[in-house]
């Protein structure tokens, strides 16, 4: 039997179905062009290759093609050499007594792979944590690194009533970023500090634009390339002078909260890039000998943590990694609110405002933060306040306190065993000399900022709350959820089991099927064919349009 032919689905569709999806491919190119637009990047540009009227043109292309096939084995030559160093330590792993001077580098391998998945297992904090503790037992000097912008924010007094109580250390504070405030500020707060410390004014070189890039350490250390270092030859001059009296090698370990410079400052000590910089938190995840000289070796350090029981803004400029616990709306109002509204309003050229998510509206209708649809994106606007305020390029400054009292971890006994041995006239007149080097912004054009004081941190272990990432956070809700949803649903399934077996049963009920309709008293009308096409072509189809 012939097979019957299938017709083929018609591909016609309404008018209204066709006009959305050209909508939407318009819609959708005119995205992608806003994308390329915003990145920036062009069509990479074709090779055009030799020309033909270039001289040598077959023997360039000869050596273009003997030079990939280098490549090529080159690349496979290593390929084997791999296999063969992996097939070497199967062997090595399997045969334990065969090869024993082999066999030792292989177990410590496998010994540092066992620590390593150890630590990996613990919390982060808590490593830090360890690694702090390390690096204050090991050094000889501390060096506190403070942002001159809020120095008082910058001091913790866990940390420095640690060091106190480890032995006879020195403590030796560090204002970083002296070129972000004006030069009266920065003589007040020189003139406050050294009261109870000794200090250096300093400003480190810094080579990497503040985008929150994070760039990798090299084997091979890479001279600065940057802008120029103040206060490198004060420290210098400090740590060389307390080694002489000390008589032996020291070891300077390099502490402070996030942001505040301290791997900057071990490399313009350097003057060379070995630690890793930038803006996000946990950078330095461990203790990080640098040697300077044969007498001096600098340690760095991780980040202190900071406690939660502190205030918001605290909690937004001290710890940039605190943005995910802390709303960015929360943390950038508690920055805002503690600045000087006139300077604000000035430096970001926006109107004034009534309140927070007023100026951040404002903010977001100034940058050009837009969300789908045209309205301001308030939250990126505050994710742009709070990466400013945090990073290395906004200008902003706090006022001493008006008296000076001693902090109660230190009495004047530790304050004079601190400043004991060490070249205090010197280090003044040092710091004089950088002062007037140093070109700081003018006092109009920085923004006021009120401090809330020091911050407290965690140094020990047990302080240190459990606390699961978000992403299991979100699961586990998810799942407890769910386990709720399924017994509220047994429980609604057996409440309508008892309710069905109290009801009566239902009879069934069958519906007359549905009489034909019929005009009484006249017959079924009948159609006839030729009379209808008749009238269909009498018809006046003009008429419809008119």
Not at 249 to 272: D, M, R, T, W
Not at 486 to 501: H, M, N, P, R, T
């Amino acid at each position: 039997m012939k097979r019957p032919k299938l017709r083929k689905a018609s591909k016609r569709m309404t008018c209204h179905k066709r006009y959305k999806i050209q909508k939407k491919v318009r819609e959708h190119h005119r995205k992608l062009r806003r994308a390329a637009k915003k990145r920036g990047h062009k069509k990479p540009r074709k090779d055009p290759g030799i020309p033909n009227s270039a001289p040598f043109k077959e023997a360039l292309l000869r050596e273009a093609e003997l030079r990939k096939q280098q490549l090529e084995e080159l690349k496979q030559q290593q390929k084997l050499d791999r296999q063969k160093e992996q097939e070497k330590k199967r062997k090595l792993e399997t045969n334990p007594g065969g090869e024993p001077s082999e066999v030792e580098p292989v177990e410590e391998f496998e010994q540092c792979k066992t620590k390593k998945a150890k630590l990996s297992k613990q919390h982060p904090k808590k490593l830090y944590c360890q690694e702090l503790k390390k690096v204050i037992e090991a050094s000889d000097v501390v060096l506190e690194v403070l942002d001159a912008r809020d120095p008082l924010g910058c001091r913790c007094p866990q940390v420095e009533e640690a060091v106190v109580q480890s032995g006879h250390k020195k403590l030796i504070l560090v204002l970083n970023k002296s070129d972000l405030i004006p030069k009266e500020n920065l003589e007040s707060w020189l003139n406050y500090l050294k009261k109870e410390l000794p200090t250096v004014v300093f400003k480190a070189s810094t080579y990497l634009k503040d985008k929150g890039k994070i760039t990798k350490v090299k084997k091979k250390a890479v001279p600065l390339k940057s802008k120029v270092c103040f206060g490198k030859e004060c420290l210098w001059k400090l740590l060389g002078g307390f080694q002489e009296t000390f008589g032996r090698a020291i070891q300077v370990g390099v502490i402070g909260f996030p942001n505040v410079g301290k791997s900057s400052i071990i490399n313009s000590l350097k003057h060379e890039r070995i630690c890793n910089v930038g803006v996000s938190m946990g950078l330095t995840r461990n203790m990080q000998v640098v040697p300077l000289d044969k007498q001096i070796t600098i340690i760095d350090s991780p980040s202190l943590i900071v406690s939660p029981l502190n205030s918001f803004s605290a909690l937004a400029l001290r710890s940039p990694a605190s943005i995910e616990t802390v709303k960015p709306m929360e943390a950038a109002s508690a920055i805002l609110s503690q600045a000087d509204a006139r300077q604000v309003v000035l430096h970001y050229t926006v109107p004034d405002y009534k309140n927070s998510l007023d100026f951040f509206t404002k903010l977001a209708q100034r940058r050009g933060l837009h969300q789908k649809g045209g309205s301001p994106n308030v939250e990126r606007a505050a994710k742009l306040l709070w990466s400013e305020w945090t990073g290395a390029s906004l200008s902003y400054y706090c006022h001493p306190p008006t008296s000076w009292t001693t902090p109660p971890h230190f009495n004047e006994s530790i304050v004079a065993d601190m400043k004991r041995d060490l070249n205090l006239e010197e280090l003044e007149k040092n710091n004089a000399h950088s002062i007037e080097a140093i070109k700081g912004p003018h006092l109009a054009r920085s923004i006021l900022f009120q401090s809330s004081g020091l911050t407290n941190g965690i140094i020990e272990e047990k302080d240190i709350t459990e606390e699961l990432p978000r992403h299991r956070e979100r699961k586990q809700e998810g799942k407890d959820n769910e386990a709720i949803l399924s017994d509220q649903e047994g429980v609604d399934c057996e409440e309508a089991d008892e309710k069905i077996s109290d009801m009566p049963p239902i009879e069934e009920i069958r519906e007359p099927p549905p009489e034909e309709e019929s005009t009484i008293g006249e017959p079924a009308r009948s159609f006839n064919l030729d009379e209808v096409t008749k009238e269909d072509d009498a018809y006046d189809f003009s008429t419809d349009y008119v």
